[in-house]
């Protein structure tokens, strides 16, 4: 299984600051045949079911707000606000899909500091 | 489109339990779905899939054997079928539709569904 590492486990960040989230693959997630990279991120807040924010590393899904941004390829990627809100408050998960079984970091607790 | 689990609740390990998932605002037929568990206060694990025909399912190891997943496509309803269930199964169990456009995604959820395994 592909192994996904979030870092850091925490971070607190001033409102209007920028919050910078890494993940890291055990092996590269691009796959060839399309050369996409098969890594996603979720939000998810108290309470609720995690929302898909980005898929294939730098697509964000419809309706999430332009200041959430994600790069990288092969095995490092970083999901970015880039001026955080107070309705940012979540845990942050990536999450790998280039093979079964799909497999997600520990997640990654932002909070307003 | 909107996912509604139900079935969870509290059982003893070893006996078993079903969970269903209700889906309305898309053609279910045409998309494969999710199951995914936290168990309290700890991270995502991927749990099964279904294909939109039933033609494929792959499973996680933690419950390979023991959980079968399944889908009714004139009832626009996923289940999956829990047995001997152990103390580590207790968690929240969302079913998620795959995406159209990313297979292996998960871009709707459900809300969720508690299974508490105790004695």
């Known amino acids: 299984d592909i192994v996904m590492t979030q870092s850091p486990d925490s971070l607190a960040v001033s409102l209007g600051e920028r919050a910078t989230i890494n993940c890291k693959s055990s092996?590269?997630?691009?796959?060839?045949?399309?050369?996409?990279?098969?890594l996603a991120w979720y939000q998810q807040k108290p309470g609720q079911p995690p929302k898909l924010l980005i898929y294939w590393a730098s697509t964000r899904e419809s309706g999430v707000p332009d200041r959430f941004s994600g790069s990288g390829s092969g095995t490092d990627f970083t999901l970015t606000i880039s001026s955080l809100q107070a309705e940012d408050v979540a845990v942050y998960y990536c999450?790998?899909?280039?093979?079964?079984?799909?497999?997600f970091g520990q997640g990654t607790r932002l909070e307003i500091k | 489109v909107q996912l509604v689990e139900s079935g969870g609740g509290v059982v003893q390990p070893g006996r078993s339990l079903r969970l269903s998932c209700e889906a309305s605002?898309?053609?279910?037929?045409?998309?494969?779905l999710h199951w995914v568990r936290q168990a309290p206060g700890k991270g995502l694990e991927w749990v099964a899939v279904i294909s939109s025909d039933a033609g494929n399912k792959y499973y996680a190891d933690s419950v390979k054997g023991r959980f079968t997943i399944s889908r009714d496509n004139y009832k626009n309803t996923m289940y999956l079928q829990m047995n001997s269930l152990k103390s580590e199964d207790a968690a929240v169990y969302y079913c998620?539709?795959?995406?159209?456009?990313?297979?292996?995604?998960?871009?709707?959820w459900g809300q969720g569904t508690l299974v508490t395994v105790s004695s």
């Open positions: 605002g898309f053609t279910f037929r045409s998309s494969a």
């Open positions: 092996q590269s997630v691009l796959y060839s045949s399309n050369n996409k990279n098969h």
């Open positions: 998620a539709r795959d995406h159209p456009l990313a297979a292996g995604t998960m871009d709707y």
């Open positions: 999450q790998q899909y280039n093979s079964i079984p799909p497999t």
